[in-house]
């Protein structure tokens, strides 16, 4: 997941691949909070691992659940050891963040336990989430006679829940709870009172509308599995059934999220033109209401598949047709139709979206402010929207506010396939504060551009070359690391040769002897056969973990006799172009600016003087467990310069557009700030 202020998406030509989606965050918290309230283990599979559920395991841990990871057939699975609906800790105070999925039901949770079993809770959240309505089910929770205590606005949380041992719940009349405003009330107070439903019915009445439905029936199917079969008449009344009690299922997996789904069948509808976007994890037999979102794609003009849990999309209608629709029945995939209508031929307009009001921001005044930054015409009321695209001349690039609502980041990254809506000039999209996917799909960005392309010119690189041990290797993961890019450290690949080929015998026992042609031929194989792969900062060559050996001394002088003959270089030439993928590549070596990215859009010349660097290399290497002698390294360094420096093909030079940096002073923190300072400057 990316941990940068912002993220800067290229305009984006095409998009075709399988993505697996992660687990849906509202199965996901309902089924931690069933299975901790049950009797027996659940074995979760597929949860979703996130903000929101880390919120909801860690509260579920503070109440005295037991709670395990393992790996199971290669997966994880998470055990659940619940509380058989008996509270375990008299007191805690919870920290839910800004999520809904957890602040509603474990209010009602506790509050019904804390009227009968005793106790003292307090939960609260982000500021956010005291902005986020819970009157209405205080109000519930109060006529069943629970003592619900506001400590901020009132119909707000932050709230505490009190209770003396052996108190009552007033069960004889139905609860009654308003519809209107969040359905997560009414699945509260479903998921709540089974507890309480032991000797006699609980009777549950909407009062008004009930909004957002597919979530009610989400609730019921996994109450069900939970052992608890809850009698609904239409949508007003609830019955949960006498002698009802939470039973654990043993095992539940949970399925993909159809909500996230939603980002994947637009981008299908929008660039899957030559090869389909494969969305694996829900399908056409999903309990989610947003399922249905795949029907709102399609009047658009998406061309869906489905199988059972999967679903394939390509482009069928383009540009896609704008849509009337009324949203209630789909409200958070809901927003993904307001970007698709950026590609469409006149105007969309969403109704009866109220609810985007009161989620993690304002979403329809955040929707409108964002769709008008980047060229469209909005316009907006109570409870719709309506868009109209950009002309193509009119495309904005735009800095994209995402107000912490994962929603808002997935939703506009969309917006940078304008190129595809013809626009002119084809504009790129900042979105701010990336990480806010990590609510629900912490890995959301890297699945995008692991399906996207763009043209190859609008990947920016930035190149680092430099000595050895001038710190360029550091320098660039870091700065890679700041910008959520790419990064391809060249000289690995050189080292890696050298060692391929000192284990095939092709190299002279005397490192001063040139190679023959034969060798350089055979070494020359080598490169281009080369089987190397790259996670983090570990390498694997040959299927096997060569972290430590590629960056020991002796493969850094294998490399330098083995780079200098001109077949290696042109075998690895490809190979390095490769690396060049979204959303941007920071590369290091000795021709990074010379050679292979002459068209980079930055490029750095790092030097410092012998000493550091000799310095430099000797702590690096004895903090690996390296040992070594400063002298003779400062020799060795000197040496493998002067070879680099003379070598006829792509010696060690800075580009003539490269900028001169010599770090002899400069911490590695004040580095990475200069170089991204330089490419804030370039952007800009
Ligand atoms: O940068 P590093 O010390 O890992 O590089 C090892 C050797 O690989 C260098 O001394 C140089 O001879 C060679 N090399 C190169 N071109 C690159 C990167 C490394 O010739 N782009």
């Not at 001349?393 to 997935?410: E, I, K, N, P």
């Not at 990947?459 to 890019?485: E, M």
């Not at 690396?579 to 990215?597: E, Q, S």
Request: charged content about 20%; glycine content about 8%; proline content about 5%.
């Amino acid at each position: 997941m990316f941990s940068i202020p912002h993220l800067d998406l290229p305009a984006l030509t095409a998009a075709g691949g399988t993505v697996r989606l992660p687990g849906s965050k509202s199965i996901s918290n309902r089924v931690l909070l069933l299975a901790g309230l049950s009797e027996g283990t659940t074995d979760v599979h597929d949860l979703l691992d996130s903000d929101d559920t880390a919120v909801m395991l860690r509260a579920l841990e503070q109440l005295g659940c037991g709670l395990q990871q393992r790996r199971h057939d290669g997966q994880e699975v998470l055990e659940v050891r619940g509380v058989g609906g008996q509270l375990r800790t008299a007191q805690a105070a919870l920290l839910l963040g800004n999520a809904g999925t957890a602040m509603r039901p474990l209010t009602a949770a506790l509050a019904v336990l804390t009227t009968l079993q005793g106790g003292e809770f307090e939960l609260s959240g982000v500021p956010r989430m005291h902005e986020r309505p819970i009157g209405d089910l205080v109000d519930a929770l109060r006529q069943l006679g629970c003592q619900v205590d506001e400590l901020g606005q009132p119909g707000y949380p932050p709230l505490r829940l009190r209770g003396v041992a052996g108190g009552a719940l007033n069960l004889a009349a139905p609860v009654r709870v308003r519809g209107n405003v969040s359905s997560q009330f009414l699945t509260a107070l479903l998921l709540a009172l089974p507890l309480a439903a032991r000797s006699q019915a609980v009777v549950i009445e909407v009062e008004g509308e009930l909004i957002s439905k597919p979530y009610i029936d989400i609730t019921l199917a996994l109450l069900q599995r939970f052992g608890v079969k809850v009698q609904r008449e239409g949508w007003q009344r609830f019955t949960i059934p006498a002698g009802s009690a939470y039973q654990s299922p043993a095992r539940i997996h949970v399925e993909g999220d159809a909500s996230s789904a939603s980002y994947f069948v637009a981008l299908g509808a929008i660039a899957a033109v030559d090869q389909p976007i494969r969305i694996e994890g829900v399908g056409a037999s999903s309990i989610q209401g947003d399922i249905r979102f795949v029907e709102a794609a399609q009047a658009m003009g998406a061309d869906v598949q489905a199988g059972p849990n999967w679903l394939s999309v390509r482009r069928g209608a383009w540009p896609l047709r704008a849509v009337e629709l009324n949203c209630n029945h789909i409200p958070d995939a809901a927003m993904t139709l307001a970007v698709m209508a950026l590609y469409a031929k006149g105007t969309t307009r969403l109704s009866n979206i109220g609810s985007w009001r009161v989620k993690e921001t304002d979403r329809i005044a955040a929707m409108a402010t964002e769709l008008r930054k980047v060229g469209a015409q909005v316009a907006e009321g109570p409870d719709w929207i309506a868009v109209t695209p950009p002309p193509p001349q009119a495309w904005q690039l735009a800095s994209v506010h995402t107000y912490d609502d994962h929603r808002m980041a997935m939703c506009l990254s969309l917006a940078a396939f304008n190129p595809l809506a013809g626009a002119q000039p084809a504009v790129g999209v900042r979105i701010e504060d990336p990480r806010c996917v990590g609510k629900t799909f912490p890995d959301y960005f890297e699945a995008l551009f692991g399906l996207s392309r763009a043209r190859l010119q609008d990947i920016p690189v930035i190149t680092i070359d430099g000595p050895s041990s001038s710190g360029k290797g550091t320098l660039a993961a870091r700065v890679a690391a700041a910008l959520g890019w790419q990064h391809l450290d060249s000289g690995v690949l050189y080292r890696a040769v050298g060692l391929a080929a000192k284990a095939r015998s092709l190299l002279p026992d005397d490192a001063a002897q040139p190679l023959n042609e034969t060798a350089q031929a055979q070494v020359a194989g080598e490169a281009a056969a080369l089987d190397i792969r790259f996670e983090g900062d570990r390498v694997w060559i040959d299927g096997q973990d060569q972290s430590e050996a590629v960056r020991h001394e002796a493969a850094g002088a294998l490399a330098s006799r083995v780079s200098a003959v001109p077949a290696v270089r042109a075998a690895l030439h490809q190979r390095q172009l490769d690396f060049r993928a979204l959303p941007g590549l920071v590369a290091d070596g000795r021709d990074m600016g010379t050679v292979v990215f002459p068209d980079a859009a930055l490029k750095v010349f790092l030097t410092a003087d012998a000493a550091t660097r000799a310095e430099r290399r000797y702590k690096q290497l004895i903090s690996n467990g390296i040992s070594a002698n400063i002298e003779s390294l400062q020799l060795d360094l000197e040496a493998r310069d002067l070879r680099d420096r003379s070598r006829t093909m792509a010696p060690l030079k800075p580009a003539e557009d490269a900028v001169m940096f010599d770090n002899s002073g400069t911490s590695i923190e004040e580095s990475v700030q200069q170089v991204l300072q330089w490419w804030a400057h370039r952007r800009a």
